[in-house]
Nanobody, 115 residues
Framework: QVQLVESGGGWVQPGGSLRLSCAGS????????MAWYRQAPGKERELVAS???????SYGDAVKGRFTISRDRAGNGLYLQMNSLKPEDTAVYYC?????????WGKGTQVTVSS
């Protein structure tokens, strides 16, 4: 069974930084594409950042210039570096991988930005 597990969430003050990690039960290079999503209370899940194929990257408008998605060359993990965090970034962050014709989701990690 293919699984994804997120880690690195927590509480941070506005302006702070966090780095999220997503580890797979298989190399992340076995996924066609991978992405980070987030869902705040009462809101729909939204795309934060994605990386597909050979490394084409895209970001949601709300995080451009502040967040960076990456993956390590060994295929061990997907990462999301989050800088200049704002209270509106508070959400559960999910890792998603496209494995063949199936979307695999992690269970999420909570990020809370408040003073």
């Amino acid at each position: 069974q293919v699984q994804l597990v997120e880690s690195g969430g927590g509480w941070v003050q506005p302006g702070g930084s966090l780095r999220l990690s997503c580890a797979g039960s298989r190399s992340i290079f076995t996924f066609v594409g991978m992405a980070w999503y987030r869902q705040a209370p009462g809101k729909e899940r939204e795309l934060v950042a994605s990386i597909v194929g050979g490394g084409t990257i895209s970001y949601g408008d709300a995080v451009k210039g502040r967040f960076t998605i990456s993956r390590d060359r060994a295929g061990n993990g997907l990462y999301l570096q989050m800088n200049s965090l704002k209270p509106e970034d508070t959400a559960v962050y999910y890792c998603r991988g496209r494995y063949g014709e199936v979307d695999i989701w992690g269970k999420g990690t909570q990020v809370t930005v408040s003073s």
